[in-house]
């Protein structure tokens, strides 16, 4: 796909490139971001010229992953990195995301979650986000909540991370959760919580 641009209300989120390799450097120095996500560990500059460099440009390239750069505007810095992952089902991607240190808290990931799920479900023809988190990574599942995201449980063993297996908080959004159409008909299950 080629590359595109996103703007909300103070974000503008676009394709991460070779500019961003320091700002990304410094930001995942942050023992949160090593701990709570898939990135390296340590994270060294040469991880971050190998993500801003090859492995974003080659996911927007083959459709495999949209990788985000999310900055303040106009012109403001990077405050997180926001990805959404193409999975097995067709029309279904997952968010992941961090957000530097320095700008947690001001609702900035949120803001950036719901135009990137704008995005996806208008240009992608995406059906479904999903999300994921360790368990335990409540700033992440606060962002997804507030995002709109309803949660359907956890999932054992479903993330690998550093080497080891990890339980997760999954969740979904579907276009309609945000007053957009989907691409596909879809027909929710009959409520059976009171059935015998």
Known sequence: METTTVTTERLLLRPFGPEDAE????????????????VPSPYTRADAELFTRKLSPAGWQDGSMYNFAVLLRPG????????????????????GYWTARE?????????????????????LGTDRLEWRA??????SRRVALRAGFRMEG????????????RDTWSGSLLPADLGL???????PAPDVSGAP
């Open 134 to 139: 360790e368990i335990g990574n409540t700033p």
């Open 154 to 165: 956890d999932q054992r063993a479903a993330l690998l991370n550093k080497g080891v297996r």
């Open 76 to 95: 403001g810095p990077l405050v997180g990195a926001l990805g959404l992952n193409r999975r097995e089902s067709p029309g279904t991607y997952e968010v």
């Open 181 to 187: 159409p989907g691409t596909l008909p879809y027909i």
């Open 23 to 38: 700002a990304t450097y410094t930001a995942c120095q942050d023992p949160a971001i090593q701990r709570w996500t898939v």
């Open 103 to 123: 700008h947690r808290g001001a609702g900035l990931m949120t803001e950036a979650v719901l135009g990137a799920a704008r995005w996806a479900f208008s240009a």
